[in-house]
């Protein structure tokens, strides 16, 4: 094997190498790409979902409109392992609890928010508060 195709498959490897490790940092989003901290809601419903699953763990709420349609809302948290580290249950919140949600709306995608807090009415205990960094 000479120098010269040593050389060109060293560089050929870290090219690879270099564009999977810009898939990963792609995969992840900061918070400001995708949610906006100047449009701030408040809702109440009732929980219908809870996923706890990579990257985020997400909540939905049927919440019930001026007209009376019910909205189904999607409610990214943080990762199942910093909720749990902040110590955050699986059985903190279930379908069927009511609650108070706080969040922040996504730029391009309606009824889905970024939580920043979670009331959960039936013992008016704030249950999680500030779920994912605001970078």
Partial sequence: ????????LFFRA??????????VVAAHHSFRTQFDSNQPIEVTGTVTK???RNPHARFYVDV???DGQVVNWN?????????????WKKAELVPGDKVTVRAFRARNASYV?????VTRL???KKVLSMSSPRE
């Fill in 1 to 8: 094997m000479n120098i010269r195709f040593s050389v060109r």
């Fill in 14 to 23: 870290v090219g690879v190498a270099m564009g999977f490790a810009s898939c």
């Fill in 75 to 87: 409610f990214e948290l943080a990762s199942p392992n910093i909720l749990f580290r902040r110590g």
């Fill in 64 to 66: 019930e409109q001026e």
């Fill in 122 to 124: 039936s013992d008016d």
């Fill in 113 to 117: 928010a970024n939580t920043d807090t």
């Fill in 50 to 52: 809870v996923e706890w």
